[in-house]
Nanobody, 112 residues
Framework: QVQLVESGGGLVQPGGSLRLSCTASGSIESLGWYRQAPGKQRELVAQITSGGTTDYADSVKGRFTISRDNAKNTAYLQMNNLKPEDTAVYYC?????????WGQGTQVTVSS
């Protein structure tokens, strides 16, 4: 069993930045961030493999950057030029073998 602990959410004005962190309690293969806004389905934001291959949703390309520190089993999501439509609960997701794990979620609110 792997636990994922997220941090870094909060309230920010449009155009601002936030950095989310997700730390896994054990070794993990891929790590990613999903988000879910009220009344909408959960969607993939970005993901990164243990080898550093990344993938992004079209809506965040050029604004968000995912990275990881394998020694710390931690992934980071740097979010720049935030928009009101980025408001959602952000969930960290990790995969090891056939298993998928989820964090508890952290709220990101973009509002003036």
């Amino acid at each position: 069993q792997v636990q994922l602990v997220e941090s870094g959410g909060g309230l920010v004005q449009p155009g601002g930045s936030l950095r989310l962190s997700c730390t896994a309690s054990g070794s993990i293969e891929s790590l990613g961030w999903y988000r879910q806004a009220p009344g909408k389905q959960r969607e993939l934001v970005a993901q990164i493999t243990s080898g550093g291959t990344t993938d992004y949703a079209d809506s965040v390309k050029g604004r968000f950057t995912i990275s990881r520190d394998n020694a710390k089993n931690t992934a980071y999501l740097q979010m720049n030029n935030l928009k009101p439509e980025d408001t959602a609960v952000y969930y960290c997701s990790g995969r090891r073998s056939i298993y998928e794990y989820w964090g508890q979620g952290t709220q990101v609110t973009v509002s003036s």
